[in-house]
T-cell receptor, first 108, second 114 residues
Framework: GIQVEQSPPDLILQEGANSTLRCNFS?????LQWFHQNPWGQLINLFY???GTKQNGRLSATTVATERYSLLYISSSQTTDSGVYFC??????????FGTGTRLKVLA | GAVVSQHPSRVICKSGTSVKIECRSL??????MFWYRQFPKQSLMLMAT?????????EQGVEKDKFLINHASLTLSTLTVTSAHPEDSSFYIC??????????FGEGSRLTVL
């Protein structure tokens, strides 16, 4: 089956710093989403981005489907950005497979 | 965005009992819902795909007799953990797919089996 790897696995930042999270996938996908899982376990939709670039405030994402990767950019990070970031890819069978996750901690 | 509600958020039960978790799409119709399981500090593992009016499709290694999934309507899917044992303790999360293909998640249910 498809493999979805995220890097880095762990990231510690000072408040105000910028970061780039990466999601690599091993096969063609129909769709790709980025999520933020908060400390209570809730998954928050960040981007639905099968291709191209999108921006929402301090966050932006780019997916290059032909090269099988997606990037999530966080600028001017805040302590509330802490949590786990997941990418999830939708395969040809419509299933969404989750990546390994990046655990982010932003220090005040 | 679309709203998916999952209930209960926490449940504690004795070993051998069955537990039902409900997942509802509140403001859209979801022909497809997915159930995931998450162990501490790990990613989400897909358990099964639930399609309205048909039998669920389980992932390899997931016991369909242990985890009963029913998708009786376009807004409701249920997961029943039958004869639960301590190893079934986990965080279970449902999701519903909108007509654009985007996935929306419930709040999750934390199951503890004593």
């Amino acid at each position: 089956g498809i493999q979805v790897e995220q890097s880095p696995p762990d990231l510690i930042l000072q408040e105000g710093a910028n970061s780039t999270l990466r999601c690599n996938f091993s096969d063609s996908v129909n769709n790709l989403q980025w999520f933020h899982q908060n400390p209570w376990g809730q998954l928050i939709n960040l981007f639905y981005i099968p291709s191209g670039t999108k921006q929402n405030g301090r966050l932006s994402a780019t997916t290059v489907a032909t090269e099988r990767y997606s990037l999530l950019y966080i600028s001017s990070s805040q302590t509330t950005d802490s949590g786990v970031y997941f990418c999830a890819v939708q395969t040809g069978t419509y299933k969404y497979i989750f990546g390994t996750g990046t655990r982010l901690k932003v220090l005040a | 965005g679309a709203v998916v509600s999952q209930h209960p958020s926490r449940v504690i039960c004795k070993s051998g009992t069955s537990v039902k978790i409900e997942c509802r799409s509140l403001d859209f119709q979801a022909t497809t819902m997915f159930w995931y399981r998450q162990f501490p500090k790990q990613s989400l593992m897909l358990m099964a795909t639930s399609n309205e009016g048909s039998k669920a499709t389980y992932e390899q290694g997931v016991e369909k007799d242990k985890f009963l999934i029913n998708h009786a309507s376009l807004t409701l899917s249920t997961l029943t953990v039958t004869s639960a044992h301590p190893e079934d303790s986990s965080f279970y999360i449902c999701s519903a797919m909108g007509n654009t293909g985007e996935l929306f998640f419930g709040e999750g249910s934390r199951l503890t089996v004593l």
